[in-house]
């Protein structure tokens, strides 16, 4: 019998559809653009990794769907479709580009790997319905089998193994440039709509559709999407293509006939995961895990607010050492009226500190500017509510060993640090949770994960992609070098905040056409793999700043690199400063700090201190 906590960690430590789950069926939360998702109607389904693509199409394929259903209250009979599941190989078709084969072999070949990759598919899935229903009238193979240039196979299994084998054959010929026996290859898509005809035909598709998801699209070569273009343009029911990729995965519109392009809505329709009522979803998955804990008995919340509890503003300042810094403003207003003295006294320390930040930050008299607040109040609140979180981050400064400098804890947080990413959010409630049993969890009391684990944990999740950024892309080195760079220069703004506007954890890129157009790819690729975010184009600028683009690190670096994690407001970096990182990197982040001094090496935190040789050229 499993343990308390062996329970807890299986709920949350399985995160990527990718991965053995045996609880798939049970634990599937459908997303909020599921209805969007099965309609007839050809989809794109674009986002990051881990926004829940691979999870969301693989949930339509038969046997996903089946199970969720027989799960239900329903008891398993509304299913509405059938779905099968392919995945673009990166490494696979590859090999249809870089071949010795001439552009029309080429694309030939490329048809044919896909007809067979779809009729493996639909020949498992052939098989499923035979066996559920084993009365039913027999599926015409030998009709599809023809369109293979297939003779004498009359069941699904030789069919099967028969497609098989015809595979290893293709990737042999590819492979070999075209040396090795020639394959009989197969007509675009005609084996899909045989396949599909032949299910109608014995009664399995009535009123129901047949989606065929394909995923990882991006890994497509130009014209082997339009290839793929010219079968989803042209597809009719039952067949209803559902695609995912990630944002700019789409390479091109074009078709086999460069005048017939793929067009939305027209053809396809786009569901954008980060517009999809993400944070409702992600509560929905995380409190679906925690009732299946408490059904096996674990002591766990009811409210994921009380399983991640956050902090408030005044908790987190008396944590973060503000009565040292109310001290200091104390000392300062000895030879202050008493009546000033008397009522600075009266305020929490949670509050009082403020006064030391705003007077290092304007310069003007401790005195004056308490007789200010005293006589202002509401106008000091307001100050304080602009400027509260950004003083802090402030209060760190100059802590040398202070582990923790800001907290990152709460619901509302962690949804923020994920942004869209339902892997980043379960991983950081993974992590909090593996933290939090480090430290102590008899598995007897009720589980709740302490702010200072929620911290380091959102630390380490942020690490941990960092570590990943290089082996992303052909850019991974570059776009590691631009998040060190910008993280480093957000903390400093963030630990020095005086003389600045609050919270700047944002940029916007300037300078020649020839600097932006040498960065725009680098960054391109980074919003492709999650290093940053980036807001949508508006109207068309000057030549010589690309400010119709806002750009952000993704918000899961902001624990590692302790800035806010709230979208606030933004600066503007010179792209020559940040092609300068590869070679000139301390000058290039002098030049984006513009002002300030670096923190000195002691004071730096020990995730950044990891780097000192990098930020110091």
Known sequence: MSSNKEVVQHLFGDYRAEWSQPDFASLFTPPPYTEKLVHQRPSFLVGGRGTGKTTALRSLRFDAAHARSQASESGGNGLQHYGIYVRINKNRVRAFSVTELGPTDRQRAF?????????????????????????????????????????????LRHFQTALTAGLAQLELYVNNGGRTTSPTLSASDAPLKAFASALTDA????????????????????????????????SEPPISFKVGMRRGGLKTHHTLDSGDQLSTPDDFAIIDIAEERFDTFAETVANHRLASARKRGVPIPESLAEFLPEMSFDEEAKSLGCARVAALAEQGLQNAPAKVREWFASLPNSKSYFLQYWH?????????LATSWMESPSEWDTRLGNHGVSSLFWLSKGRKGARIRKYYAGIGTYLALASGNIRFFLELIDEAIQHQLENGWDGEAPLV???????????????????????????????????????????????????????????????????????????????ANLAFEVTARTKPTSELEMKDDEYRLHPIFCAFFEYSHRR???????????LKLSSHPATALAEMMNTGSPAPTDELPAQLAMFTDFYQG
Do not use: M
Request: aromatic fraction near 8%; charged fraction near 25%; proline fraction near 5%.
């Open 111 to 155: 048809a044919h790997y896909f007809n067979i990759l779809t009729c493996i598919e639909l020949c498992q899935l052939s098989s499923w319905l035979e066996r559920d229903r084993p009365s039913g009238r027999p599926i015409a193979v030998d009709a599809i089998a023809i369109t293979f240039g297939l003779d004498d196979v009359s069941d």
């Open 203 to 234: 009664g399995y598709l009535e009123n129901k559709l047949l989606f065929c998801c394909i995923d990882e699209y991006e890994n497509l070569a130009l014209e082997q999407q339009s290839l793929l273009n010219a079968y989803i343009k042209h």
């Open 360 to 368: 290092e930050s304007s310069g003007e008299p401790l005195a004056e």
């Open 449 to 527: 994960i302490l702010p200072r684990s929620q911290t380091e944990s959102a630390r380490l999740v942020g690490k941990r992609r960092l570590a990943q950024l290089e082996g992303l892309s052909e850019h991974g080195v570059e776009i590691k070098r631009l998040v060190l760079a910008i993280g480093k220069t957000f903390f400093e703004f963030a630990r020095d905040p005086i003389g600045r506007a609050p919270e700047q954890n944002s940029f916007v890129v300037s300078g020649e056409p020839t600097s932006c157009a040498k960065i725009q790819p680098i960054l391109d690729d980074g919003v």
């Open 568 to 578: 606030k407001r933004r600066v503007t970096f010179r792209a020559s400063s940040l």
